[in-house]
């Protein structure tokens, strides 16, 4: 499991890389499909991670920034360096006790429901792996060449 985070985060590191040869237009521009803009997609990925991780740590509910404090590429990408710095020792911490541990949480509407440790884990992968598909569509759409979803050729699984 810890060698899909690892690809997100390569993968979003690439993101935001890419995300500086495209104009502040197309990154905040709403999209179709999605929880909106290129930039905003990006800082949700960092809140839903960070949310669900936090969590797992016993840590309260962290307040969701609004997004226009960070909808520049450089104030989004710290944002995320110091996000991963809190939650990184968390999951590199990560073994197998903790797949069946239960995490309580609360709707809305007041409904509790409990979830399964390591299936918010794997939760936490997939939704970040969603919204890079949504991204490269977006990314054709305006004329440029997406990042590689590759898992292969990225160092992660190197004998």
């Not at 502040?24 to 839903?48: A, N, S």
């Not at 609004?66 to 990408?77: G, H, N, S, T």
């Not at 903790?98 to 918010?120: C, P, V």
Request: proline share 4%; hydrophobic share 35%.
């Amino acid at each position: 499991m810890l060698k899909l985070f690892e690809y997100n985060w390569q993968v979003r590191k690439d993101w935001f890389d890419w995300c500086e040869s495209v104009s502040e237009k197309e990154l905040l521009e709403r999209r179709t499909g999605g929880p909106g803009g290129i930039l905003y997609t990006l800082f949700h990925i960092v809140e839903v991670e960070y949310s669900w991780i936090s969590g797992l740590q016993g840590k309260p509910e962290p307040q969701e920034p609004p997004f226009e404090d960070y909808a520049d590429v450089q104030k989004l990408r710290d944002y995320s360096a110091r996000c991963h710095e809190e939650i990184a020792p968390f999951i590199y911490g990560w073994n197998s006790s903790m797949e069946t541990r239960f995490l309580s949480d609360q709707n809305a509407k007041g409904e509790r429901f409990d979830f399964k440790y390591g299936e918010i884990m794997r939760h936490v992968i997939a939704h970040e792996i969603h919204h890079i598909g949504q991204m490269s569509v977006w990314s054709r759409e305006i004329g440029k060449q997406p990042i590689t979803a590759n898992l292969i050729r990225r160092g992660l699984f190197d004998i």
